[in-house]
């Protein structure tokens, strides 16, 4: 694993952390596929009942360090698609897919590709002086990917006044539009953070993985399906108990 990201397996917590604090936690695409190597390892895991992000330092992520780009990069959309596209889904594609919950917590900037990556996760806890934005469009790039990553998290009015505002919002901000799950002061984050995943722990992972399956599927059916699978899912639980 590169030196700019560390795990450590902390009993049921799985803990991913950027370290990259000189650079804003920004992320290289090498990075990136590290980060969906990490998580979907940790995810596969039958100890692991949570798996936390977080970036070390004062911003949570300033988005991706495009320093560190190819010289001579792919000019084929093809090209592009695969060196470029394809490392940023498959992170968001790992945190969606990983059985257990992943939790994302957020002090200082989450900028650009930050934003988009606390979004996709399933739980974002925030400090209250965190700052949210989305500012792609102010070099005329449409944010379509993280603009992904966001789409099933907030509603569309909210993303698209992110998107085109290419402006910063605040912790109180991000958790009215549905980007951020709780709000913390920053001196109490680490403690909210750890009392939420201590009552994690002490949950049984069949529990927790059957809440993360529900959602993933309910909120595309019907409602007669979602209330089919509700009583499915339920009762394989019961009936293993």
Same mark, same amino acid.
């Given at each position: 694993m590169s030196d700019d990201l560390k795990f450590e397996q902390d009993g049921a917590i799985a803990r991913l952390t950027i370290d990259r604090p000189d650079k804003g936690n920004m992320l290289t695409l090498a990075m990136v596929r590290e980060v969906a190597e990490t998580v979907a390892k940790a &995810?596969?895991?039958?100890?692991?009942?949570?798996?936390? !992000? #977080? &970036?070390n330092g004062k911003d949570f992520c300033r988005g991706r360090d495009l320093s560190a780009a190819p010289e001579h990069g792919p000019t084929t959309a093809l090209e592009i698609r695969s060196a470029l596209m394809e490392p940023i889904l498959g992170a968001y594609a790992a945190i969606k897919g990983a059985p257990v919950p992943v939790i994302s917590v957020v002090n200082g900037l989450a900028n650009g590709f930050g934003c988009a990556l606390s979004a996709v996760c399933d739980v974002t806890i925030a400090a209250d002086d965190a700052r949210f934005a989305l500012p792609e469009l102010e070099a005329d790039l449409p944010p379509t990917l993280a603009m992904y990553a966001h789409l099933d998290r907030i509603p569309t009015k909210s993303l698209l006044w992110l998107v085109y505002s290419t402006g910063q919002i605040d912790a109180a901000q991000a958790l009215a539009h549905g980007l951020?799950?709780?709000?913390a002061p920053a001196a109490d984050l680490?403690? =909210?953070?750890?009392?939420?995943?201590?009552?994690? /722990? &002490?949950?049984? #992972?069949? /529990?927790?993985? =059957?809440?993360?399956?529900? !959602?993933?599927?309910? #909120?595309?059916?019907? =409602?007669?399906?979602?209330?089919?699978?509700? &009583?499915?899912?339920?009762?394989?639980?019961?009936? /293993?108990?």
């Open positions: &995810g596969a895991d039958s100890a692991t009942k949570a798996i936390v !992000l #977080r &970036g951020v799950s709780h709000v680490d403690k =909210t953070v750890e009392e939420f995943l201590a009552q994690l /722990s &002490g949950r049984s #992972r069949e /529990s927790i993985i =059957t809440c993360k399956k529900y !959602l993933g599927h309910a #909120r595309l059916m019907d =409602t007669n399906a979602a209330s089919d699978l509700a &009583g499915n899912l339920l009762s394989v639980v019961l009936s /293993s108990k």
